[in-house]
């Protein structure tokens, strides 16, 4: 979900950590990602080439919850590398409300937040530096 508008930005900052609300009021759209735990609904539209999934799907949401806690944030990556690639600043942040956010623009729905991301160009230079990185050597086995 995309909020653009006066209004929606209104029902969005409540539920917002309070020091992450003047960068999503400021920002020309704010995204607010999402998994959908009914997945299954949407096959075979996806994936086609297994159309049995959804009846197995259906009679499991524990596995249906595997997937959406995997996938979800999973994509969530992928959005804000699409978002950049296409020139624009993206600002994932994990402060936020998620059963606020849900009760306010998922009611009986089965779409549940996972990340809000602030995009737009920055209007100055950032709040705070880059944070560290670890080193390689403390990151990565080579075997
Ligand atoms: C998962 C995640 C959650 C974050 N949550 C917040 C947040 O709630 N508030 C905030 O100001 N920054 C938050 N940040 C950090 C900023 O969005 C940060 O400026 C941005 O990640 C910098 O991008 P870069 O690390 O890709 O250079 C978060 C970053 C990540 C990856």
């Not at 917002?16 to 998994?35: H, T």
């Not at 159309?51 to 979800?72: C, H, K, M, V, Y």
């Amino acid at each position: 979900m995309y909020v653009r508008t006066p209004e929606g930005k209104e029902r969005l900052l409540p539920h917002l950590d309070e020091g992450n609300r003047p960068k999503s009021a400021s920002a020309p759209a704010v995204a607010v990602l999402a998994v959908d735990d009914r997945l299954h609904e949407h096959i075979p539209h996806i994936p086609p080439i297994k159309p049995e999934l959804r009846e197995q799907f259906a009679a499991d949401p524990a596995q249906r919850d595997g997937i959406t806690s995997f996938n979800g944030p999973l994509q969530a990556g992928y959005f804000i590398l699409a978002v950049r690639a296409c020139g624009l600043a993206a600002g994932p942040m994990a402060g936020f409300d998620a059963a606020g956010i849900d009760k306010e623009f998922f009611p009986d729905s089965s779409w549940h937040s996972v990340l809000v991301v602030n995009i737009g160009h920055p209007a100055g230079p950032p709040e705070f530096d880059r944070m560290p990185r670890l080193a390689h050597e403390d990151a990565v086995a080579w075997v």
